[in-house]
């Protein structure tokens, strides 16, 4: 019999959670499983219950929510021996997406009964975690106004992206490893990615993996917008990496110099952030539980 937990943040996505405890005592596998189930009151209450339970030595920690939801846990169990399960309820749901964790909520709970854990990178930017990606640039921008939004969902977000593009001013941003300069020139956005995606199957950096050592950082041109409809589609049927107007990069350690101070976001949700920023990876440091593979 092994310890799980379950931290249900009441408030991301649409769908209404009151019933999904007893949807997961009802399929959660009790021969297998002896569940916790919690509700988070605050932001940071996930990270907060997640470390508790990793202290009392529980097996597994299943995020109920979204990208910020699993940031939230993860960031709770980072560099311990309890594993991170994802229960998909939010916008985007990059992480679960890049994992092969299903979308139907019933689905992803009865996966949890043939799962197996793998050990996989998470990042750092300064001392905040991301597990997906994180960055600045226009998409940060985004993030901002997509927090701030009354209502969620990708409607909400699109919609953000074409009140904001034809006004956005591209910032110039410079790159280093060490003492090596990697990158310094105007950019539309800057992505440095652990997972593949965003969310909702944009793929921002296609061959981005989990269980690598690094980051893929991707630089859109300050141009993009002339190729606007096909980098879009590009977007969404991972191919975003062949286009002219964007250049991809593979580090483990780097540092980014930007202009000003200017939005960041992490997973997705904005963040203050220092001009300067230090972005590593940090390898095998997060344990996850997956579909079990025979």
Same mark, same amino acid.
Not at 72 to 92: K, N
Not at 174 to 183: S, V
């Given at each position: 019999?092994?310890?799980?937990?379950?931290?249900?943040?009441?408030?991301? $996505?649409?769908?209404?959670?009151?019933?999904?405890?007893?949807?997961?005592? +009802?399929?959660?596998?009790?021969?297998?499983?002896?569940?916790?189930?919690?509700?988070?009151?605050?932001?940071?209450?996930?990270?907060? &219950?997640?470390?508790? *339970?990793?202290?009392?030595?529980?097996?597994?920690?299943?995020?109920?929510?979204?990208?910020?939801?699993?940031?939230?846990?993860?960031?709770?169990?980072?560099?311990?021996?309890?594993?991170?399960?994802?229960?998909?309820?939010?916008?985007?749901? $990059?992480?679960?997406?890049?994992?092969?964790?299903?979308?139907?909520?019933?689905?992803?709970?009865?996966?949890?009964?043939?799962?197996?854990?793998?050990?996989?990178? !998470?990042? &750092?930017?300064?001392?905040?975690?991301?597990?997906?990606?994180? $960055?600045?640039? @226009?998409?940060? &921008?985004?993030?901002?106004?997509?927090? +701030?939004?009354?209502?969620?969902?990708?409607?909400? !977000?699109?919609?953000?992206?074409? +009140?904001?593009?034809?006004? *956005?001013?591209?910032?110039? !941003?410079?790159?280093?490893?060490?003492?090596?300069?990697?990158?310094?020139?105007?950019?539309?956005?800057?992505?440095?990615?652990?997972?593949? +995606?965003? $969310?909702?199957?944009?793929? =921002?950096?296609?061959?981005?993996? =989990?269980?690598?050592?690094?980051?893929?950082?991707?630089?859109?041109?300050?141009?993009?917008?002339?190729?606007?409809?096909?980098?879009?589609?590009?977007?969404?049927?991972?191919?975003?990496?062949?286009?002219?107007?964007?250049?991809?990069?593979?580090?483990?350690?780097?540092?980014? *110099?930007?202009?000003?101070?200017?939005? @960041?976001?992490?997973?997705?949700?904005?963040?203050?952030?220092?001009?300067?920023?230090?972005?590593? =990876?940090?390898?095998?440091?997060?344990?996850? &539980?997956?579909?079990?593979? @025979?």
């Amino acid at each position: 019999m092994k310890n799980i937990a379950f931290i249900i943040n009441p408030i991301s $996505g649409t769908q209404n959670k009151r019933k999904l405890p007893k949807t997961i005592e +009802q399929l959660l596998d009790k021969e297998q499983w002896l569940a916790n189930i919690v509700f988070t009151e605050r932001a940071g209450h996930a990270t907060e &219950l997640a470390r508790q *339970y990793a202290r009392m030595g529980f097996d597994a920690v299943v995020a109920v929510g979204g990208d910020g939801t699993v940031n939230e846990v993860a960031s709770g169990l980072r560099d311990t021996e309890t594993a991170l399960g994802i229960i998909p309820m939010g916008s985007g749901n $990059g992480f679960a997406r890049h994992i092969g964790i299903p979308l139907r909520t019933q689905r992803a709970i009865e996966m949890l009964n043939r799962s197996e854990v793998i050990k996989a990178d !998470y990042g &750092l930017a300064e001392d905040h975690v991301f597990v997906t990606t994180c $960055g600045t640039g @226009f998409d940060a &921008l985004i993030a901002d106004r997509f927090a +701030q939004a009354g209502t969620r969902g990708f409607q909400t !977000y699109f919609k953000k992206v074409i +009140q904001d593009a034809l006004t *956005y001013k591209s910032e110039t !941003y410079r790159i280093t490893e060490g003492d090596k300069l990697l990158f310094e020139h105007k950019a539309f956005l800057l992505t440095f990615a652990n997972a593949n +995606q965003w $969310g909702n199957d944009a793929f =921002i950096a296609p061959k981005a993996s =989990i269980q690598d050592g690094k980051m893929d950082i991707c630089m859109m041109s300050s141009n993009a917008l002339l190729a606007a409809p096909s980098l879009a589609l590009r977007l969404f049927t991972k191919s975003i990496d062949k286009s002219l107007f964007m250049d991809t990069l593979r580090a483990k350690d780097v540092i980014l *110099y930007r202009e000003q101070v200017s939005p @960041f976001h992490i997973d997705g949700d904005p963040v203050e952030m220092p001009q300067t920023v230090h972005i590593r =990876i940090v390898e095998d440091g997060l344990r996850v &539980l997956v579909e079990k593979r @025979f």
